[in-house]
């Protein structure tokens, strides 16, 4: 059974300094999620068209994401 990527962090909060003695398990399960991700050619064509989106976006309006999406003050 693989481990969560999130027991990662997880152990990592637990042990301290010693997370690169106690955590290489989990750590090796964190690296085997990702490398997967990065091999997929769906998920490299997903992010590739989000980014072609925002770029799109920013070109238009010359505004990053980050800076769009943030909530303006409810109280002016």
């Known amino acids: 059974m693989a481990l969560d990527p999130a027991d990662f962090t997880k ?12 955590c290489r398990k989990e750590n090796s399960a964190l690296k085997e999620c ?7 050619p769906a998920f490299y064509e997903e992010c590739k068209m989000e980014y072609l989106k925002e770029r799109e976006e920013f070109r238009k309006t010359g505004i990053p994401t980050k800076k769009r999406l943030q909530k303006l003050p409810t109280s002016m």
Do not use: E, P
């Open 34 to 40: 990702l490398t997967a991700y990065y091999n997929d």
């Open 11 to 22: 152990c990592c909060k637990n042990s301290g300094v010693l997370m690169v003695v106690k």
